[in-house]
Each structure stands twice: as structure tokens, then as C-alpha cells.
């Protein structure tokens, strides 16, 4: 165990791979200037076909590794491990603020008109007793309409954007929505905010996507504010990846404008 970094240190991120790019985005916008290090664990990807106790463990070592680099905050820019693990890795490290990131139930309610909506989420996510929990609590007077989507994770992991067979993919996972002609889509998982444009061509443009990325960057923010010093070192985005550094650097550079190579490293 680590003890607590100074709080002049860095916000750690880390996903099963590049989707939490899309929370690293609305985290760059809403605390510009501080320094954050975005760990992309794609050789482990994913992680919502992955046990329990692995995907605990996976981001258990990737957590010490950020602590490691300094971090001083961890942000779970992931809905399958936050929905796993992220009660173990707070008992684990009590003395780090650690923030997930959960599929959008409650903000889905407050804007569905027809009270139907839909969740797209990995295998795991959508078997977990926090998402029952998350419906029991705030969405028991809507019919929802749960669609797992195994292989999404992977077909965006391999940089298959713009293809066909993406949309074709994502077809499969629509048509369950569309015949429960759902007004209302949680994205319940990082990624898929990637292939948002996608998934609107199957739903319709009176569909609306919901996904939690700023509403993660606001709780962030404020649990940063009551924490930290300015940095003293340069301030910048560094990406590291457990995976292939050319797939990350391309997509930062694609969807965040960062132009600076991602680093492989081993854990
Ligand atoms: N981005 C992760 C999430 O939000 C994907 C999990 C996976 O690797 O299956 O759940």
C-alpha cells in the first residue's frame, strides 16, 4: 500500500482501453491546466468479459502504478470496473479520493418524454447488482430496456471507427431499443460516446444519448479544488497505454487534439 501523495501531484485516469478518452475530454475542458495521466490498460481489454475478482485486481495494479507516478486522485473512467471494484479500491486506498463513473440512469429520467430508455452497457455492467440498483432507485417508473453489447468494446478497441461492420455491429444492439421504441439511450460505457454518430444514424434524431463524461469532470472537479496546490511541474496530458501506443496516440490526437505520442509500459 502507498502512502498518500502530496497534493501538489496529478490526477490519474484509467480505462480497460481508449474509451475513457471520452471522460479524459470533458475532464481537459473543465479543469484545463492540471496535470493528468491517462492510463489505457488495452492489452487487458476488455474488461466486461473479465471476473469479478480480475477486473478487481487489474485495477487494483493499475491504480498503484498512477499513485506511483503521482497521482493524488483517481478517476475510474470506466463503468465496468467502477460497477465491479470500486467499493474494493476505496476500502483498499481509504486515504485517495477515487471517482467512477456509472451509467447515466438519472439524468436518462430526467429527460425521457415517453419514460422509455434504453442502457447500453458490457455484458458485466448490465449483470451488475449496482446497475439493479441505480433502476430500482431512481427509474422504477420507467420501462427500461437493458442491451448488453459484447464485441463493441473490442471492434473500438481495434480502431474499426469508421466502418461498415461497425454499424452493421451496432445495428444488433439498436433493434431491441428501436422495438422498444426508447425516446432515451444511456451510453453505460466509456467507449461508446466514439460511436455516438453511429448509433444515432439507428436510433433516429429524436432519440437523445445520455453520457455521464461532464457530470463525471464536475464531480472531479470539485473533489481537486478542495485538494490541490498549482502544479509545480510542467503541466500537461500524458498517455500510457498496457497496449499498442500507436492506437492511442491516434485516437487522442483524433478526438482531443493531443498530439504528444502515448508511452507503452508494462504491469
Ligand atoms: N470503457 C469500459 C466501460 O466503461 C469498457 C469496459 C470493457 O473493457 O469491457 O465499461
Not at 8 to 29: E, H, T
Not at 164 to 181: D, I, K, T, V, Y
Not at 215 to 243: H, N, Y
Request: aromatic share 4%; proline share 6%; glycine share 8%.
Amino acid at each position: 500500500m502507498h502512502s498518500p501523495a502530496t497534493p501538489s501531484g496529478l490526477i490519474g485516469v484509467f480505462d480497460s482501453g481508449v474509451g475513457g478518452l471520452s471522460v479524459l475530454r470533458a475532464l481537459r475542458a473543465r479543469l484545463p491546466g492540471t496535470p493528468l495521466l491517462y492510463l489505457a490498460d488495452s492489452g487487458y481489454a476488455p474488461y466486461g468479459d473479465r471476473t469479478v475478482e480480475d477486473v478487481t485486481q487489474r485495477s487494483a495494479r493499475v491504480i498503484e502504478h498512477l499513485l506511483q507516478q503521482g497521482a493524488c486522485m483517481v478517476v475510474i473512467a470506466c463503468n465496468t470496473a467502477t460497477t465491479l471494484a470500486i467499493g474494493d479500491l476505496r476500502a483498499r486506498w481509504p486515504q485517495v479520493p477515487i471517482v467512477g463513473v456509472e451509467p447515466g440512469v438519472k439524468p436518462a429520467v430526467l429527460r425521457t418524454r415517453n419514460r422509455r430508455i434504453g442502457v447500453l452497457a458490457t455484458r458485466r455492467t448490465i449483470a451488475s447488482e449496482r446497475l439493479q440498483r441505480l433502476l430500482q432507485d431512481h427509474a422504477a417508473a420507467c420501462e427500461v430496456t437493458l442491451q448488453a453489447c459484447p464485441g463493441l468494446v473490442d471492434a473500438i478497441e481495434s480502431g474499426m471507427l469508421d466502418d461498415e461492420g461497425m454499424f452493421g455491429l451496432l445495428g444488433e444492439f439498436c433493434a431491441p431499443l428501436q422495438a422498444a421504441q426508447v425516446d432515451t439511450v444511456v451510453l453505460g460505457c466509456t467507449h461508446y460516446p466514439f460511436v455516438a454518430d453511429l448509433i444515432r444514424r439507428w436510433m433516429g434524431p429524436d432519440v437523445q444519448l445520455v453520457d455521464t463524461a461532464d457530470a463525471v469532470a464536475e464531480r472531479t472537479a470539485a473533489v481537486w479544488q478542495g485538494l490541490a496546490t498549482a502544479p509545480s511541474g510542467p503541466v500537461s496530458t500524458r498517455l500510457q497505454t498496457t497496449g499498442e501506443p500507436v492506437l492511442l496516440s491516434r485516437l487522442a490526437a483524433r478526438w482531443l487534439g493531443i498530439e504528444q505520442p502515448a508511452e507503452r509500459v508494462c504491469l
